[in-house]
C-alpha cells in the first residue's frame, strides 16, 4: 500500500536518501543501484574500546572545596576545579561494519526505461524495479526478523541474463578469504580507541594487536544453474536464472571464547537458507510487532505525511530495537562514518531517552528492553564511578554512555572553552530509572519489577540521597547544571555550573516518588523516611520575572534564548508533575515555551511538539511537527536546522534518529494523555486532524484503546484490560469513572 511505502523514481545518489532495514543486531542501508551498488552494513554490538575505566585518574577530589566555590558564586572557580579534577575521557564509538558491493550488468539504456524502488513499512521488505524496452531486472531485499541474516534475491525477464560481481569491504582492519566456493567471510578487530570528531588529536584511530571487538561477516550467494566464480576479491556470477545473496554477521562483544564457534555456525547457515520460508518467518514476526497498532487520519496532502512519518517511527523502531539486541544510539543502528557524529553514542541529557519515549504506548514494550538492559549495565559501572568520583555508595552516570556502560563524567580533553556545560551532569541514572518503572506501569510485570528494576532505582535512590547538601532551608544537587545551557552571572558572565537546576530538581521529584509507590508495592521501607524527608526539602518550581518557569535556583537569564534543550520543563513532559489544575505552573511553561521560539534540531522540534500537546495546544504542536517535515539535503552539522532527509530520517543536522521517534511520541501524546488513573482522549487534536481512528495504543495497567473520533469529538470507545481495574476517562469536555473487567472490553459508543 503506497500510504505505507517510501517509494522513489531513482537510485540514491548519497546515504541520506538511502533506505533503512534491520533486525535489531543487523543494520543495512540499501541505495537501490542495479550498477554499483553500496549496502552499508551495520553490526549493533561492533563498537570500538574494551571497556577500560575512563575517569579522571583524580580519586581525590575535594567535593566540599568545589561546592564552596559554587554557593560563594565563584563559578568560574567551581568550573576551573571540575575541568581539572571530575572530568574524565570520552566514551567509546559505534563503527560501521562494512560495506557490499554488487555491480550488475545492465544493457545500454537508450532513454526508454522505467525504475522505482519502494520500502514497504507493512513488511519492511525493498523492493526495486528497472525496466528497459523488454527487459525488467528486479530485486527485493530483507534483513529478516527471525534470523540473523539479511537476504536479497535478483530477478530478470527469462529473455535476460544476470550478470554480476559482488565484493565485501570494511573500513575497520581485516582480512578477508572465499569458502565454500560461493562464499566471502570478512574478519576484523575493532579499534581500541576512535576519537570524536569533534577532538582533533594526531592518531585519531588507535589499533592495539588483540585487543577490540572481533567481527565476522558472512556472505554466500545461491544460483539455480549459470557460473559463479571467485577472482581476486571478487565473487562473479552469470546465470539465466534468480540469484539469491545472503550475509549474516557476529561479533564477540559477548561470550568471546565461543567467537570462533558462532563464525562458524553463522557460515553453514547461510549456506542453506531457502528464500521464500525465509521471507514468510521475517514478514511474520515483523506482522507481530507492526499490527500491534493502527493509526488513520482525513486525507490532506499535510497529514498523509505525517501519518507516513509517524509508521515510519514504528518501523524504524522494531527494525533497530527488539530483545536481544542493543539499545538504539544517536543513529539508531545506521551509521557510516569511523569518526560518527557525537560518537553514535548514547547521549542519555534527552536523545537516548527520546528514543523510547513511543515504545510502551505504541505497544512496542519489548522492543523498550534494550534500553533497560543497558541501564542494568550501566548501573554496575556506575556504582565504581559513584565510589571513585563522588565517594558516595549507590550508582550514577552522566550525559554520555556506551555499549560498556560507561557512566563517569567526560570532557577532560575537551577543546572547547567550558566542558562542564555537557559534561558535569549526574543526573541521567535518575531519568533513565523513570523508563524502568514506565515499563512496569505499562506492563504490571512485578516479577520485572521486583528483580531488575527496584534494585537499580534503588541504587539510584541511595546516590541521591549521598550527593544533596542542604542549603538555605532545602537539599540541594551540587554541582548542577541545566544539560549543554549557560546562564548569564550577576557580573554579566556566562557560566553552567551552579547548584539545584530546575531539571536536577525534576529528575529528582520523579525518582524519588516513583521509588516510594515501588516500595509500597513491593513492602520495601529501607530508604522511604529518608526519602520522604528529603522531598518536603527539595527547592519548589520557581517563575521568573519574565513570567517564565526559572531554570535555575536563581532567576538567571539564558545566555541564549533560544537554547536547543527545554531541559526545566521536564516536570511537565516527560515527567508528569506540572498538571492543568496547577495555572500558575502552566503558564510559566507556556511562557517558556514561547520565549525559546520554534526553531531548533529535529529532536527539539519533537521536545516541543510534545510540550505544547501537553499543554493542550494540538495546533502548536501540528505546527512543530511540519516543521520537522520540511525536506532538508544539509549534512554538516548545525545546532539549528531540523528537517528530514529524503528517505525521511530526522535531520538534526546530520542525522539523528530521536527525532523520529520523538515525532511519534508527540502524535501519541496529542491523541492521548495519562494521569494516574485517568485516561484522556484527544487532549491536544489539531483542527486538521477531524476524523480519524487509532487502535492498539497502550495505557498504564497494559489497558488497550482502541478509539475514533469525527469532527474533533469521539464517537467510539473500546477498552480492554487484563486485570480488573477503576479509572476515569474524559472525552468530548466531560468526565465518566467506569470500571474494567479482567479479559472483557468495555465498549462506548457517541452520537
Not at 534543550?565 to 510559566?588: D, R, T, V
Amino acid at each position: 500500500m503506497d500510504r505505507l511505502a517510501l517509494i522513489f523514481d531513482k537510485p540514491a545518489e548519497a546515504w541520506n536518501e538511502a533506505l533503512p532495514l534491520g533486525n535489531g543486531t543487523m543494520g543495512a542501508m540499501s541505495y537501490g543501484r542495479f550498477q554499483n551498488e553500496r549496502i552499508e552494513l551495520n553490526l549493533d554490538s561492533l563498537w570500538s574500546g574494551n571497556g577500560r575505566n575512563k575517569e579522571n585518574p583524580n580519586k581525590n577530589v575535594d567535593w566540599d572545596l568545589f561546592r564552596k566555590h559554587i554557593f560563594a558564586g565563584d563559578y568560574q572557580g567551581a568550573e576551573n576545579y571540575c575541568k581539572e579534577n571530575v572530568l574524565g575521557d570520552w566514551t567509546e564509538s559505534y563503527l560501521p561494519a562494512g560495506t557490499l558491493s554488487i555491480n550488475v550488468k545492465e544493457p545500454i539504456q537508450n532513454g526508454n526505461s522505467f525504475y522505482r524502488r519502494e520500502l514497504c513499512l507493512t513488511n519492511a521488505t525493498e523492493k526495486i524495479e528497472f525496466c528497459q524496452d523488454d527487459l525488467i531486472y528486479q530485486r527485493e531485499f530483507f534483513v529478516s526478523m527471525s534470523e540473523p541474516v539479511m537476504a536479497i534475491h535478483y530477478h530478470t525477464s527469462p529473455n535476460c541474463n544476470l550478470e554480476m560481481s559482488i565484493t565485501l569491504e570494511s573500513e575497520i582492519k581485516h582480512k578477508s578469504a572465499f569458502f565454500a566456493e560461493n562464499g566471502i567471510i570478512l574478519e576484523g578487530q575493532a579499534p581500541i580507541y576512535v576519537a570524536p570528531p569533534y577532538y582533533s588529536c594526531e592518531v585519531p584511530v588507535v589499533y592495539e594487536e588483540g585487543q577490540g571487538i572481533r567481527f565476522a561477516i558472512g556472505l554466500y550467494v545461491q544460483t539455480n544453474g549459470g557460473n559463479v566464480y571467485q577472482q581476486a576479491d571478487k565473487l562473479f556470477i552469470n546465470t539465466p536464472n534468480d540469484v539469491y545473496i545472503y550475509v549474516s554477521g557476529v561479533t564477540d562483544f559477548k561470550q568471546k571464547e565461543l567467537f570462533f564457534s558462532k563464525r562458524n555456525c553463522m557460515m553453514e547457515n547461510i549456506q542453506h537458507i531457502q528464500y521464500e520460508k525465509q521471507k514468510k518467518a521475517h514478514m511474520d514476526v515483523y506482522a507481530n510487532y507492526f499490527d500491534r497498532m493502527h493509526l488513520d487520519i482525513n486525507y490532506t496532502p499535510d497529514n498523509e505525511l505525517a501519518l507516513k512519518m509517524f509508521h515510519y517511527a514504528r518501523y524504524l523502531m522494531i527494525c533497530s530495537s527488539v530483545p536481544g539486541s542493543q539499545c538504539t544510539n544517536l543513529q539508531g543502528i545506521w551509521n557510516h562514518h569511523m569518526r560518527a557524529p557525537w560518537s553514535s553514542n548514547y547521549t542519555v541529557n534527552i536523545n537516548t531517552e527520546m528514543n523510547y519515549w513511543m515504545a510502551e504506548k505504541a505497544n512496542l514494550s519489548d522492543c523498550h528492553m534494550p534500553l533497560l538492559e543497558l541501564i542494568e549495565r550501566t548501573s554496575k559501572k556506575g556504582e565504581k564511578t559513584a565510589q571513585d568520583v563522588y565517594h558516595l555508595a549507590g550508582w550514577v552516570s552522566h550525559h554520555n554512555l556506551d555499549i560498556w556502560g560507561h557512566s563517569s563524567p567526560v570532557g577532560q580533553f575537551g577543546q572547547d572553552e567550558n566542558p562542564c556545560t555537557y559534561s558535569m551532569w549526574p543526573m541521567s541514572s535518575g531519568w533513565l530509572c523513570c523508563h524502568l518503572w514506565e515499563h512496569y506501569c505499562y506492563t504490571l510485570d512485578e516479577a520485572f519489577l521486583k528483580k531488575k528494576a527496584f534494585p537499580i532505582i534503588q541504587g539510584a535512590v541511595e546516590f541521591y540521597l549521598g550527593y544533596l547538601v542542604p542549603y538555605k532551608g532545602y537539599y540541594v544537587t551540587a554541582p548542577s547544571t541545566s544539560p549543554e545551557n549557560t546562564f548569564l552571572a550577576p557580573d554579566m558572565t556566562t557560566h553552567s555550573v551552579t547548584f539545584a537546576s530546575t531539571m536536577d530538581i525534576s529528575i529528582l521529584r520523579e525518582l524519588f516518588g516513583l521509588y516510594l509507590k515501588a516500595c509500597e508495592i513491593l513492602g520495601v521501607e529501607d530508604f522511604t523516611n529518608a526519602v520522604k524527608n528529603v522531598l518536603q526539602k527539595l527547592p519548589p518550581y520557581k517563575i521568573g520575572k519574565e513570567g517564565q518557569l526559572q531554570e535555575w535556583f536563581y532567576d538567571y537569564p539564558e545566555a541564549d534564548i533560544n537554547h536547543r534543550h527545554i531541559s526545566h520543563l521536564f516536570g511537565l513532559y516527560p515527567g508528569n508533575q506540572i498538571h492543568k489544575e496547577n495555572e500558575p505552573l502552566i503558564e510559566a511553561c507556556r511562557t517558556s515555551l514561547e520565549r525559546r521560539g520554534d526553531k531548533g534540531t529535529g529532536w527539539c522540534m519533537a521536545w516541543k511538539a510534545c510540550l505544547w500537546a501537553k499543554l493542550g495546544d494540538g495546533n502548536h504542536a501540528l505546527t512543530l511537527l511540519k516543521n520537522q517535515l520540511r525536506l532538508t539535503r544539509e549534512e554538516a552539522c548545525s545546532l539549528v536546522g531540523g528537517g528530514i532527509y529524503p528517505n525521511m530520517l530526522c535531520a538534526h543536522p546530520p542525522f539523528q534518529i530521536d527525532g523520529n521517534f520523538g515525532f511519534a511520541a508527540a502524535v501519541l501524546e496529542m491523541l492521548v494523555q495519562y494521569e494516574e488513573q485517568k485516561i484522556v482522549f484527544l487532549p491536544a487534536l489539531p483542527d486538521e486532524w477531524k476524523d480519524g481512528m487509532a487502535e492498539g495504543v497502550k495505557a498504564p495497567g497494559n489497558i488497550t484503546l482502541n478509539f475514533k473520533w469525527k469532527e474533533k469529538r469521539v464517537t467510539e470507545i473500546n477498552l480492554k484490560s487484563p486485570i480488573d481495574a477503576k479509572l476515569v476517562i474524559l472525552y468530548n469536555g466531560m468526565e465518566e469513572e467506569i470500571v474494567l473487567n479482567a479479559g472483557s472490553s468495555y465498549q462506548k459508543t457517541l452520537i
